[in-house]
């Protein structure tokens, strides 16, 4: 078996959603530019569907840029499985804000792969909800490392648009969230931020 298929498989939740609760709008004074680090390799956040489909991402050319220690012993391709509607396990919290008129899922994304350990976070860059422009409401990045826990290190955008204005730097308001969480498996956890919320859910699978 390659090094690859010998690293622990694990399903990874990943569930943002919107707070429309008119108090939350004015509880604080928001940002009014957001910065999208752009110069760390990322990849597209996979499980947006509920398709089987299984695909790769190349790590060859950023093995090393993404800090591995053994470049020429890391995996080259990472591959990730989407999850079936039935065995998604946030999939009734999914449901449940749907029902609820103070809140608004913006993206729901469902997967499986390898977490190699020990490695840097592998960055997947997240772009959802509305556009305006070419600017999604939703932006920034999602980081996944092993140690002895899951860690995951989040850096998210959130911006209305003024009507009718396409320019992304008068968003308003603008929502930051930033936050480095150490996972249990099977707990889930939550990122919590007065306009934004964040269910994330991870748990080891057997391949």
Do not use: C
């Not at 390898?114 to 490695?119: E, F, H, K, W, Y």
């Not at 730097?169 to 936050?179: G, K, M, N």
């Amino acid at each position: 078996a390659t090094a690859q298929e010998a690293t622990r498989w694990y399903q990874i939740e990943v569930l943002v959603f919107r707070n429309l609760s008119g108090n939350a709008q004015f509880e604080e004074q928001w940002p009014q530019r957001r910065a999208i680090r752009r110069s760390a390799p990322s990849y597209e956040l996979p499980g947006s569907s509920t398709s089987t489909e299984t695909r790769t991402f190349d790590l060859s050319a950023a093995s090393i840029a993404q800090g591995y220690s053994d470049a020429a012993h890391s995996p080259k391709m990472l591959r990730y499985t989407g999850v079936p509607a039935g065995e998604r396990a946030l999939a009734g919290a999914r449901s449940r804000l749907d029902q609820r008129g103070d809140y608004r899922v913006i993206s729901y994304h469902a997967w499986r792969q390898p977490l190699p350990a020990d490695q840097k976070p592998l960055l997947f860059h997240v772009g959802a909800g509305n556009v305006t422009g070419t600017t999604p409401e939703l932006e920034g990045y999602i980081g996944l490392s092993l140690k002895r826990y899951i860690h995951v290190d989040t850096e998210l955008w959130w911006s209305q648009p003024n009507p009718g204005d396409s320019d992304e730097e008068s968003l308003t308001p603008t929502a930051h969230l930033v936050e480095n969480r150490r996972m249990r498996s099977t707990e889930t956890n939550y990122l919590d931020h007065p306009l934004i919320g964040v269910l994330l859910h991870a748990i080891p699978i057997e391949r």
